[in-house]
């Protein structure tokens, strides 16, 4: 369907809708014949570099239509910049500090084996909840939130989702160093080849095609079915490695591509501040000199190149979810929620990856389409968290909301994308997470003009440092005003709000 003729369609018949019910589904009250559905679209490490956020030379057509016939929220924020911790909070409605999980471990399953988790809710109520991909960081998380057992394609273990010879040559060699005893690591399987792969291959030669073709097979057996669905589909890409179909490289010239305009520390940076490179010299192809902020710059053009065609690569899987959708003739029942875990670094800051609490790391892409929205095709700035999620949906789908839930629903917002909304979001990320006596949490507060981050010792409760960031006149944060004079009114002002926690910057 042309979602832009659809759009106008809508509001040149609005005033009749009421009459012929029309998309007749109000963002308050669902459609009381049949329950709404939930098509759940989760995306690793998506930075919200998309033309619906403003220009870009990424190519994200079908993201950008969901955005025309939803709504895009620019100001959106994870709770932790690690999947495993964000993908915890946001499937639990909770914060780090109620989950306990600030890394990938512990699962949900076991750090929480008591707390209604999102797709427990609405398994409970009635729901086909199915899992395709990565939703949970562990494919075997929570298992009684889904009808059937989840699935993961199976490449991805034991050849990293590698398709040509070369490169899966790359990870077994690896593996095998692993296991004799050269690095000593927990699981050999993670091994690694080049940080890039261009492949000659169908969409599903790769295995996020194939989980594509899995969701559209689940449409359709859902659409035989008189139960509502909770489709949860997470795509891998553009996690590291960067692999894609040769067609997505192609869509763009890297000759052309801008690198970061801010390949440095901030001035006035902590010693907490800036995450190390380790995420990207685990592979073959990086050199084992790389140092924060001495990436080569074919290499980073490289490394973007690779990028941009996994979000292009996604994009166009997720345009094959939405087109059976429709032809199904589901769309019209059917909630979509697109987001991204957490953000990522493409050279700002003079580094990469994501494991920090600035802007570029815990700011998300987030975009919603829901039947009978009235701010439909609008964009809102309005201050969001991934934590709102689970009560979000719960909302739209006429389900009770837990009381329990540490996040509130945005629901409002799209009747009314300028609503007066939250005063701040919050963010947190740890350093030294591994050791008890010497863990650093880096709590965060970000306002519509100012980001402030404190270093806190956790056992002692002692400040270590401060960060604080006016956005009004350095939106690429980077230079740390928090010893500056004329900024105490506001140093003192954020951590009053951090001191108050999210309740205290709830909406009235």
Known sequence: MNHFNRRQFLKMTASSAALFGLRGVVTSAPNAKKKMNVLFIAVDDLRPELNCYGETQIQSPNMDKLSQSGMAFTSAFCQHATCGASRASLLTGLRDDSTGIIGLYPRVSDALPDHLTLPQHFKQHGYETISLGKVYHHGDDDPDGWSKKPYRPSDHFFTRGYVTDQAQQAVLQQRQKKQYGYWIVEDPAASKGPATEMADVPYNGYSDGQLAD??????????????????????????????????????????????????????????????????????????????????????????????????????????????????????????????????????EHGAWAKHTNFEVDTRVPLIIDVPGMKAEGETSDALVELVDIYPTLSDLCGLPTPDNLEGVSFTPLLDDADKPWKEAAFSQYPRSRRDAEKLIMGNTVRTHRYRYVEWVHVKSGTVKAQELYDRQIDPQENINVVDKAEYADAVKEMKTLLKQGWKGALPN
Request: with cysteine; charged share 30%; glycine share 8%.
């Open 214 to 347: 899995r969701a559209v097979e689940e449409l359709q057996q859902c659409k035989k079915s008189d139960k509502p669905f909770f489709l949860a589909v997470g795509f891998r890409k553009p996690h590291l490695p960067f692999n894609a179909p040769k067609k997505f490289w192609d869509l763009y010239s890297r000759d052309e591509i801008e690198l970061a305009d801010n390949p440095f520390f901030p001035k006035g940076h902590t010693r907490y501040s800036m995450n190390g490179m380790g995420e990207l010299e685990s592979y073959t192809d990086t050199p084992d000199e790389i140092k924060e902020g001495d990436l080569d710059e074919t290499i980073a053009r490289r490394l973007i190149h690779g990028y941009y065609a996994c979000v292009s690569y996604i994009d166009y899987c997720l345009g094959l979810i939405i087109d059976e959708l429709e032809r199904l003739e589901l769309r019209e029942n059917t909630v979509i929620i697109l987001w991204g875990d957490h953000g990522w670094k493409l050279g």
